[in-house]
């Protein structure tokens, strides 16, 4: 279950090289080795930088559909039985690829990876802050296009800092028009103002981080009553410098506090992590597994079919077995995870 994973963040280094091959796009490496050093985490600039290198080679549809597809199948190897994928389709258009090149391609990969490895996927556009409203409305307007091909919500993502959600009122009201829930980035490298207005002023139904939240205990003590989820991504959280010790992550306190927490990834391939390094995180830090998956349940933006279905399954897991699995893993983990973090003031 993984509710917040940027899906041009889980581009593998071959699939980088094969795409820009086809599309006659230049890349700074021209071997595999050379994109996976590239991939190497240094600091948030430079995910940046190779975030927009990524995207910049997805060209036509079949480069989205394979991008679902190819995730799909690696999140399935590792137990996933539901995605939803973010991706931001508004800088590909800018760059002159057809909106419905991305739509299609995104919409057919989702329709793939059900039918090659039983993962339901959706998907939710995300809306760049740094975007007028009045363009940010045409992300909306093709979106609601493709609610019957699994487009289940609207995002908002880009950098927290100077770009609160207000101003985005009318767009997330237009979504909601159309049957397309809020599911905004917020409290992340924001304080809890920015979850109060993605809660308040988005309508949001689902909180992308929020780990800032904590700050304002009557926040939390609505999100609780509301039964709002809070999508954490403690790699993520690490590699950005949103917190400088993953020891001392603040997901326990988060689950401690009565806010339900799903886990999830972000963007894999660029922060060198995947769903069993996120579990075994978590699992280090003391936080029941099976707690992640059933807010995760909570959380998503499907059907009652769908939920029902994906109830049914946490209920036969063995939660026991998993976690114990998951905390013999977390000091490697962790390990793995450790050295000097950068700090920034952009969202991922």
């Known amino acids: 279950m993984e509710l917040h994973v940027h899906l041009e963040g889980t581009v593998r280094p071959e699939m980088l090289l094969a795409m820009a091959r086809r ?5 700074p490496a021209r071997t595999v080795e050379g994109i996976a050093e590239l991939y190497r985490f240094r600091d948030f600039d430079h995910f940046l930088k190779v975030w927009v290198l990524t995207t910049q080679v997805m060209r036509t549809a079949e480069d989205f559909r394979e991008v679902v597809v190819d995730y799909a199948g690696r999140a399935a190897a590792q137990g ?3 995605l939803e994928g973010i991706f931001s389709p508004w800088f590909r258009v800018h760059r002159g690829v057809p909106w419905q090149e991305i739509f299609i391609g995104y919409t057919e990969g989702a329709v793939e990876a059900r039918e090659r490895f039983g993962v339901e996927v959706r998907l939710t556009p995300d809306i760049d802050r740094v975007l007028p409203p ?20 609207i995002g908002l993502g880009g950098p927290e800092v100077g770009h609160p959600p207000e101003p985005y009122a009318p767009v997330f009201a237009a979504a909601a028009d159309v049957g397309l829930p809020a599911v905004p980035h917020a409290g992340e490298t924001v304080g809890a103002e920015s979850v109060r207005g993605a809660l308040h002023v988005l309508g949001a139904r689902r909180i992308r981080h929020g780990l800032r939240a904590l700050e304002e205990p009557g926040l939390v003590a609505e999100l609780v009553e509301r039964g709002v989820v809070l999508d954490v991504c403690p790699t993520s959280n690490l590699r950005t410098g949103v917190v400088t010790d993953l020891a001392a992550h603040p997901l326990p306190a988060l689950v401690a506090a009565g806010l339900r927490c799903s886990l999830a990834t972000d963007d894999p391939a660029m922060f060198g992590t995947d769903l069993e ?19 995760g349940v909570a959380g998503a933006l499907c059907d009652d079919r769908t939920r029902s279905r994906l109830s049914a399954l946490g209920a036969g897991a063995d939660w026991d077995a998993a976690q114990a699995a998951a905390l013999a893993a977390a000091p490697a983990a962790f390990a793995d995870l450790a050295g000097p973090v950068a700090m920034t003031n952009a969202e991922g």
């Open 277 to 295: 390094r996120e579990y075994a995180v978590a699992a280090g830090l003391g936080v029941p597994l099976a707690g992640l998956y059933e807010a």
């Open 23 to 27: 599309n006659d796009e230049a890349l």
């Open 134 to 153: 009045e363009v940010a409305m045409d992300v909306v307007g093709w979106a609601a296009r493709f609610t019957d091909r699994g487009v289940v919500g």
């Open 80 to 82: 996933a039985v539901y």
